[in-house]
């Protein structure tokens, strides 16, 4: 099980942590790139085929502005691809609206702006439909999630 995360900017680090967090949590290996799909497009290319020779699983893509990076990276490969649209302006409509807007049979799945936990969470569940280990692993932690909401609040919220 093995998951890409890349974005553009070192500036992105923080917004991204959540992605990392989430796969850390099921035990799912990583790999963080940062890289432009302008600044350097043929880099880029090379550790998309990388990638795919190491049998990664999917990729998650963070990107802002423009938000070009999630699609491009879904032209090279067939590997599910994931984009994080990050709020680098317009609030971050301008990179969800990016991202979403995927032509025809090139797919970017969609998170919220600035939502790697749920990036994270995704390829988690994709990956599960793989790894049945993985998935008894999720569906646990589904029944935990719930427990502790019923637990947390089962009292009641004074206001």
Do not use: W
């Amino acid at each position: 099980m093995k998951v890409a995360i890349i974005f553009g900017s070192k500036s992105d680090v923080d917004k991204m942590r959540g992605a990392a967090k989430a796969l850390k949590e099921f035990g799912i290996e990583y790999r963080v790139h940062i890289l432009s799909a302008h600044r350097v497009p043929e880099k880029l290319a090379q550790v998309i085929e990388d990638l795919e020779a190491e049998d990664f699983d999917c990729i998650i893509a963070g990107a802002g502005l423009a938000a070009h990076l999630p699609g491009v990276i879904a032209s090279h490969t067939t590997l599910p691809v994931i984009g994080v649209p990050i709020n680098a302006a317009l609030n971050g409509l301008d990179s969800l609206l990016s991202i979403v807007q995927m032509p025809k049979s090139i797919p970017v799945a969609t998170v919220g702006i600035n939502n790697s936990y749920n990036a994270g969470m995704l390829a988690v569940q994709m990956l599960s439909l793989k790894y049945p280990g993985l998935k008894e692993k999720l569906i646990q932690y589904r029944k935990d999630m719930k427990s502790k909401f019923i637990s947390e609040n089962e009292e009641g919220v004074e206001l």
